[in-house]
């Protein structure tokens, strides 16, 4: 199978490589996904150019977390009629070496989800990191029926999503952006409000649109950049979800935050396990059965384009990108020695 690789870290351009790798094959519990797209997520240009960790964790690395296609062979453990369905995948690099920026993948059976087939491969694979960020950084913020929620960052792949969950749980959702066309998109997914960032205060126009009051809750994308003004933005008892930081160090205002009784939470949709885990799929599941999401844009590289489209992302793409695995047009194919294992 062709996948795409690195052997060190580094500038996109420099480290990364197409090569032939052997086909995987499924051991107990596992199942291969043939995959139709891969999905770019800014966590894994990170890791690629080393600014999580400048040193290699493995020999090798097929990169990407997220995915989609159809399951193609089982291991033993697995049930047979795993074998044809449509599936997005999730932490397909997180904690090994092979990733799906490749033509397939061998994963546990839990990592593997099946996709309705009224959503589309590139959806699928869009969902991973940025749906589950968003689902589960709402859930978190317990009940926001008639709360207000200010999302930094709502035309981003994961606000996105916030704002429109955040909406449909009851919330009025303030939206804050860098410029008008990502207002304007903010707004049909159902933002209330918007603020501009750059050309207006974002503590003043919090607290103008609030009578005051400040926000019940921060679905945050840069911790680091807006943790400086939890001071003016938040309600008595509001709470602060944290998914992301442009900085390393956060500094937080101490003296408002422990009279308002302000909660931070902060998680990494990687690790997120046992029930949050099962409620997050679940939930995912059900909202793609119902078509109840408008999904962000996508802009898809083909698999030799991969330095490029990481380039794109760490430019701030303003779509979801993907690389497609498979030539366009054609019916999903499977790799070579496609089998199902039996099932014990």
């Known amino acids: 199978m062709l996948a795409a690789l690195y052997r060190a870290k580094g500038a996109a351009q420099d480290v990364l490589r197409i090569e032939e790798l052997p086909t995987p094959v499924p051991g107990p519990g596992e199942v291969r996904v043939v995959l139709a797209f891969s999905g770019v997520n800014p966590s894994d240009v990170k890791s690629r150019a080393g600014l999580s960790n400048p040193a290699m964790e493995f020999a090798l690395v097929v990169p990407h977390s997220d995915g989609a296609g159809v399951v193609d062979a089982v291991g033993p453990g697995v049930a047979a009629d795993w074998v044809g369905r449509r599936v997005w995948v999730y932490n397909g690099q997180w904690g090994r070496a092979h990733g799906t920026a490749a033509q397939a993948i061998v994963l546990p ?168 885990l099962q409620q997050t799929t679940r939930g995912i599941g059900e909202l793609l059965h119902a078509g109840a999401l408008v999904h962000p844009a996508t802009r898809v590289y083909p698999l030799q384009e991969i330095a490029a489209a990481h380039a794109e992302v760490e430019r701030g793409a303003d779509a979801k990108v993907l690389l497609r695995l498979q030539a366009p047009g054609r019916r999903l194919p499977s790799p070579p020695g496609a089998r199902a294992a039996p099932a014990t």
């Open 109 to 276: 059976l839990a990592q593997v989800v099946p996709l309705p087939d009224a959503v589309s491969f590139e959806v699928g694979s869009s969902i991973g990191i940025p749906l589950m960020t968003a689902w589960h950084a709402v859930a978190a913020c317990g009940s926001l029926l008639g709360k207000v929620v200010l999302v930094p960052g709502a035309a981003g792949a994961v606000g996105q999503y916030v704002t429109q969950l955040a909406r449909r749980a009851g919330a009025r959702v303030i939206a804050s952006v860098s410029s008008e066309a990502k207002a304007a998109l903010a707004r049909t997914l159902g933002a209330d409000e918007v603020i501009r960032y750059r050309d207006e205060d974002l503590g003043q126009r919090v607290r103008a649109l609030t009578g005051g009051r400040g926000v019940d809750a921060v679905i945050e994308v840069d911790a680091a950049a807006n943790a400086g003004r939890y001071g003016e933005i938040l309600a008595f008892g509001a709470k602060v979800v944290v998914y992301g930081s442009g900085q390393p160090t956060i500094g937080v205002p101490f003296r408002p935050m422990i009279v308002n009784f302000a909660t931070l939470y902060f998680f990494i949709v990687y690790r997120l396990g046992g029930e949050a």
